[in-house]
């Protein structure tokens, strides 16, 4: 979801994707990540005690998004300096920051939106999946083994030596002195 953001920004503004952008995504990426795992950490502990699904993720993205939002804002606004007035042409800073302003602008929305949306898609269709992957993996573990037999058979017949043909009398070519 953070990329989205970093391709937009260097997109719409017609930058040059540069080593220092690539270390500006795995900060980047790792503010977006820890912004997930608060809200699924969150998410499962209301679970946990008994919450009914869709009031368990409404009250989750109403507790966190206060200090993500405002995680985000410290992180735009302290690095947002860097992007307005760069050093130099080729500044280490302003392209990191440049890259991780555009990503948290957009990764934050996306977070806060998609990722409740996942988890109440995937906790519906957990008790169904889980019942479908086992009767899939039954039904492979017995195709599997339902051909072991033959498996057996087929290495055993290239294992084993076949005896040379021996030629019959007449069939010699001598045409091959």
Known sequence: MALVG????????????????YVGSVFLVGIAVNNSIL????????????MELRLAVDEVVEERLRPILQTTATT????????????????????LAFTVVCGMIISTPLVL?????????????RKNMFRRISLFLV??????????????????????????????RGEIDVSMK
């Open 39 to 50: 809200l699924i950490d969150s998410f499962e502990k209301k679970k946990k005690a008994g």
């Open 139 to 168: 039904l492979l573990t017995l195709v599997l083994f339902a051909g072991c037999g033959e498996e057996e058979e087929m290495v055993r017949e290239t294992l084993e030596p076949s005896p040379l043909p021996v030629p019959r």
């Open 113 to 125: 939106v998609t990722l409740p949306a996942l988890i109440q898609i995937t906790s519906r269709r």
């Open 76 to 95: 735009v606004l302290g690095l947002l300096p860097l992007v307005l007035w760069p050093i130099s042409s080729q500044d280490l800073w302003g392209t």
């Open 6 to 21: 970093v391709s937009a920004g260097f997109w719409m503004f017609d930058r040059i994707f540069s080593p220092e952008a």
